[in-house]
Nanobody
Framework: QVQLVESGGGLVQPGGSLRLSCAAS????????MAWYRQAPGKQRDLVAT???????NYADSVKGRFTISRDNAKNTMYLQMNSLKPDDTAVYYC?????????????WGQGTLVTVSS
C-alpha cells in the first residue's frame, strides 16, 4: 500500500511564503510525474504544477513566477515553494503521484493541506 503525506499548510498574510511537502511511503518501485492540485471552497480541483521524473516543471498561468515545484527522487518527496501569496491562492492543496508499485501503475492522492492567505 502506498501513502502520500502532505505538510506545510497554514495561515499566511498576503505577500508571504509557504513551502508544502509531500512524501510517499510504502511499496514503491518508481515514481513518474508528480503534481500539485488545489481546490478552493465551492470550486473544482485545479492543476497547479507538475514535474516529470527528470525534473521538468510546468505551471498553471495563475502561479507562474510565484510558485516553484521540485522533487527529491531519493526521498520520494515533492515540494511546492509558494511566494508572493495572494488571497486567491487560498485552497486545500493536494499532491498526486503516478507510480509503479512493482506490480502495476497506481495514481495516488494525498489527504490535502489547507493554505489560507489572509490579513
Amino acid at each position: 500500500q502506498v501513502q502520500l503525506v502532505e505538510s506545510g499548510g497554514g495561515l499566511v498574510q498576503p505577500g508571504g511564503s509557504l513551502r508544502l511537502s509531500c512524501a510517499a511511503s510504502g511499496s514503491i518501485f518508481n515514481i513518474y510525474t508528480m503534481a500539485w492540485y488545489r481546490q478552493a471552497p465551492g470550486k473544482q480541483r485545479d492543476l497547479v504544477a507538475t514535474i516529470t521524473k527528470g525534473g521538468t516543471p510546468n505551471y498553471a498561468d495563475s502561479v507562474k513566477g510565484r510558485f516553484t515545484i521540485s522533487r527529491d527522487n531519493a526521498k520520494n518527496t515533492m515540494y511546492l515553494q509558494m511566494n508572493s501569496l495572494k488571497p486567491d491562492d487560498t485552497a486545500v492543496y493536494y499532491c498526486n503521484m503516478g507510480l509503479n508499485t512493482g506490480t502495476g501503475y497506481l495514481g495516488v492522492w494525498g489527504q490535502g493541506t489547507l493554505v489560507t492567505v489572509s490579513s
